[in-house]
Each structure stands twice: as C-alpha cells, then as structure tokens.
DNA sequence: GATGAATGAGCATTCATTCAT
DNA sequence: AATGAATGAATGCTCATTCAT
C-alpha cells in the first residue's frame, strides 16, 4: 500500500484523492485509513521514505574517494529523481506539510548527512567556502522544483545541474583558488 | 478585477476560491465568468499580465551599457520581486497550467527578450557560452523558487542567488573564457 | 428552508442528515451551506427559534390572571410538544450542541421569562418555596424528555404533567400551606 | 465482554464504536460478532443486564415494611445510579432501541415488579390512586433523565427527585386521601 | 472459535460553475 | 450586463459488518 502511495503521491502529488490511492493499492478506502489515520499521514510516511533513501545515499557517499565529486553526485541524483516526483516537490512548497514529528528526525538526518558531505568538499577546495548547509539545501530544493518544468529532459536538467554545480564551485571569486599559483 | 484577482492569486496560490476573488474585487462570482471562461482562464490571465511586466523590464534592459550587469540585474529583479508572490511559483511548480493559449505568445516573448539579454551577456564575455535560453529560464525559475523557502531571510536569498548566478558567469569550464590569454 | 429543518430535525433529531433536510427543502446540499456555515449552526438556528417561540409563551402568560394557572399552563404546552419534537431533546441531552453563542442569549431570556412565572405562582401560594429556576428547568426538561417514550399519547402526558404539578404545588409538606386553617 | 460493553455504554452511550467495546474487552470485533448479531443486539443485550438488576431490586423491595418508603427506595436508587450511566438515557430517549426481543420480557417484568411495589403503596395510602404503572415508569425516567442534567450537582437532584416524589405521594387531589376523615 | 484486516456505504463540507432575476 | 443564490460532484474520514486465516 506504501508503495502504491508512493506512485500515486509521485504522480499526481499531494491533491491525488485517497480513493485513487486506496484504488491503486487494490484495497478500499477504509483499509488506508487502517494504517495511516489521516491522508496527511500516509503523504508523510511516503515523504519520509524518500527522505531516507536520500539519506542513506548521502552516506554512502561520504567515504567517496573524492569529496568534491561525492557531493556533485549526490546533488546530480537527486535534483534528477526530484524532477521526476511531485510529491517532494509539494512536501517542499506546500505549506499543508508539517515537519513536525517523525519527519523532522529524518530531515534533520538528511541536513547532517549532506552537510557533512559539503563539509568535506569545502575542505578539499572543492566548493566555495562562504556557503552552509541552508544555503545548499535551498538551492538543492529550488533546482528540484524547477527541473519539474522540464520533466523528462534529462540532458536539460545536467546541464542545469553543471551550472548551479559550477556556482557551488565557486564562480569568479573563485578563479583564484582553482588557480593558486 | 484583474487587480483583485492578483493580489489574491499572489497571496493564495491558485487554490484561493473564485468567490474569494469575487468579494476582494466587489463583484459577483457571476461577474467574473462573464470574463473568464474559466478560473484557470483567469489565473492565466494573472500570469499573463505578470509575465508581461518582466517582458517590459527586459527589454529596458536590453540597452543598458553593462550585457552582464543587464541579466544579472533581471535576474534579481524577477527573483526579488516573484519571491513574495505565491502565483508565478504555482505556475512554475504546478503541471496544472497550460502554457497553451495566449499565455505562449507572451511566453514566448519573455524568452526571446531574455534571450537578448542572454546572447548580449554572453558575446561580452560575462556569462558561459555553453547554455541556451532553456537552461537559463530553469535556472532562474530555480533561484525565484529558492526565495519562497525561507520567506523573509533576504540575506540568506542573497547568497542564494549569488552561487547560481556565479554559476552563470561560468565555473572552471568557464575559465578559459574569461582567461582568453 | 429553516421550515424544513425544523421539520427533519424534529422528525429525526440531529441525526438526520444534511442531505435529508437539503432534499426536504428541495435544494442542493451547498444551498444549505449557503446560509448556514455548519450543520450544527442550522441545528442552533432551529433550536433558537423554537426556544424564541417558548420564550414568547411564557411572556404572554405572565400576565394571566391566576398565577398558578399560568405556571402550569406554560408547563403542560412546553412538555406536550417537547414530547414531539426530538430537535429539543437532542439539544438537552446531546452534548453535541453548545450553548454558547447567540443560543446563550435567548437560553438565558427563556431562564428568565419561567423564572418570572415562576416566582409570581410562588408568590400566589400556587407554587412550593423551596424551589428556585434551576429545579424547575431540570423538572420541565426531564418530563419533556420521558414523554419521548410514548409520542402521541396525549392523555398519557397529560397524566403525568398532573402528577409533577402537583409536586410542584407541593407534596405533604406543602397541605400545610393549601389548608391554612 | 459484557462487562466491558456495559462499561463503555455507560461512558459514552450508543454512540460508541463496537471497535472500542472489543479493544475494552480484549477482544477482536469479530468476536463481538460471534456472540452478538448486530452492536444494536449488544446494546439490547446490556440494558437487558441492567434492567434485570432493577427486576432484583423491586423484588426486594416487595418485602418491606414501609410499602411506600420501599417505593420511594426504589426509585431513588434506580435514579441515582442511572442518574451516572448513559446507555439507559440513550435507551430511555432514544427510538433506536427496539423493545421487541428479549428486552420486552425483562422490561414487562420490570414493569409487573414495579407495579407490585406501585400498588401496596397505593393500598398503604402512600401514593395517589389515579395513576398507574405505565404513568409511574414516564415519571421514573423523567426522573431518571433529571439527573443527567447538572452531573454532579447532587443537591439538585435531590430537591428534584423530591419535587416528583411529592407529586406522587398526591397533590391536592390527594389530600382527601390522605385525609380520608 | 477467535482474530483483526478489509470493506464500502454514508456523512459533513467545499467550491467551480450555472442561471434566473 | 451584473448579481449571487443554487447546484452537485468531489473529498476526507468513520464505522458497522464481513470473512479469510
């Protein structure tokens, strides 16, 4: 039943009806309402389980060999997978989502994983210093939702990514450090 | 009416009710389908006429001295001012607009008048060669989205769009460009 | 279409729903909500309306000639209709309906108006001394509620209507008082 | 599992899920099934409990000395403990509950036994004479419901209960009973 | 016999749209 | 042309009842 959630929140976003839903998963409306006492709770357990993957990419990610490259890719996968889903993309502008409760744990997860990611590239020169994790995480966020415009082109949405990802690098203050001598 | 319907697609989102833009405009929800056929005729209308403005600005721009200044300057302006409104981020998010219809016409000159800029910027050295009028339009409807999450934190929008518009100027791919020697 | 209501609820009580009393009224179900934003706010309309007919009963009857007569006039009709209605029973006995509101006001106006009728057949010797407004209410509202068992026998009612007034007028205690000699 | 349903009409009246009976019982709601056909059974089922304690009750009553304090005892008890208890009210207000069934036997002995202790009062002279059984058991449960009013304000309920049973006990038109000289 | 997951009809409420006045 | 009352389909949620295990 998750996993129906999940298809129909991904498809159709947070309006998708519990009917629809309850339909897909092949079940009546009552067995949702069963597991997940409201339908605001069911959208949060599908958005924590994407959270959780995400988190679980990012560490994997952290004993990467290279650090700058650790966090571009983990950036490119999921700005990617977000242009395919609508409902992170209404979990992050909806204002009907609480991130109260279990949801805020595992956002928390994700902010300390993919800052210790960005921590590590910063000190491997490989990304401007002067930005924190909000700063990357509202930027990782805003490409997400844009690329929901363009959903499909994936050639479109790297070269998206290459330009925000070359910002993160550092733009023309940072010539100088890519070019120390 | 027009004006009514503004404010209150700008404060709501398309999920205000119509009768609520009937009441702020003093007209009879009768009214406002003698001119729109449809809400969503109507929403599209508000973009329309806010589309439109940023048509204008661009192409006061087009003549500024500075190319790069001149996008950068759009940029910011649009970001800035499509921050604090809720309407454009529905269209931009929200697959539930049709951009058919007299919306692609004006659509259609925001890219061309952006794209000037775009070209100009870029044949003055100030922005990567390698991204067309496609690739900008998502990246900015990326950093205007970025400034609806944390409403009110300017600084924070500021160093937002400060990555990604570095981004543009061109990262590491881009240094060859601006090192031509 | 407060008629109506008036009709379904008192046929049906607060159980009757919303959809039945739209169909009574020969409207949509919206055309409901139209006038009242709640299902609970129609109920109050119809309760109010019919505590405002009581309240105005119970000032006619205060300047009746015999005091008594009027007390126990104004009882036997609020109790034979009560044993009719089962809007007002529901009201009495559900906690479902708040009694805040402009339902206060005119509860407070029917507390009074008794109150009045009540002090003056005390007065009269019609009526016991040891009780006040409150034992009175509490009587009227329980027999009101017991002859919801057998609508329709009026003589039955009326039976025991005798029997509480005469409680009132006083039991052993009050022969003292009605042979003072 | 009786008990527990006893327990959680008492508490919340008809209104209670059958899925709360079953979890107060420990129980699945298939199980309830098994030993009632339908919740309305069940609920039928635990008045039948209740009344079949007053049956016992009157039937001890029948022997004592007083025959009219045996009656007045009676009632006071049934009020006090019902005066705490929903389901009766619900029972007693409600037309939901069908009488048919098993409940009309225990209820016609509830009545004869009532009767039993109606009429030795009557002969003691302890009670009026114009009224019989079917009057007496409206004016308990009005009784009865008085008590539902005002929970715990027990002072009041005594003032009450003794207002009706003075009308009881007779009027004025009981005076030349109990004054047969 | 017991369980409890599943069912699905029913209800209050919202809102885009229509139309008589 | 304007009004705003009326419509009715749609939606989230509840709960009595059933049935496979």
Tied chains: 1, 2, 3, 4.
Excluded: C
């Excluded at 298809?7 to 339909?23: K, N, S, T, Y």
């Excluded at 990617?80 to 989502?97: C, F, I, N, S, Y």
């Excluded at 800052?115 to 000190?123: G, K, M, S, V």
């Amino acid at each position: 039943m998750l996993k129906a959630a999940q298809d129909a929140f991904a498809a159709e976003g947070l309006a998708v009806p519990l009917d629809e839903i309850a339909r897909r998963a092949g079940v009546g409306a009552g067995t949702v309402y069963r597991h997940f006492p409201t339908k605001e709770a069911l959208f949060e357990a599908v958005i924590l389980s994407r959270v959780q993957e995400y988190v679980g990419a990012a560490r994997e990610l952290i004993t990467d060999q290279d650090p700058g490259e650790a966090l571009f890719t983990f950036i490119q996968r999921m700005i990617h997978e977000g242009g395919m889903k609508k409902d992170l993309a209404d979990a992050l502008t909806g204002a009907g989502v609480d991130v109260t409760g279990a949801l805020s744990g595992v956002t928390s997860e994700l902010n300390d994983s993919i800052e210790a990611l960005l921590t590590r590239a910063q000190a491997a020169g490989a990304v401007r210093g002067d930005i924190g994790i909000t700063e990357l995480m509202t930027i990782i966020a805003s490409a997400f939702l844009a690329n929901r415009a363009h959903v499909g082109d994936i050639e479109l949405h790297q070269r998206v990514v290459a330009v925000i990802l070359d910002g993160l690098r550092g733009g023309p203050a940072g010539i100088d450090k890519v070019l120390p001598g």
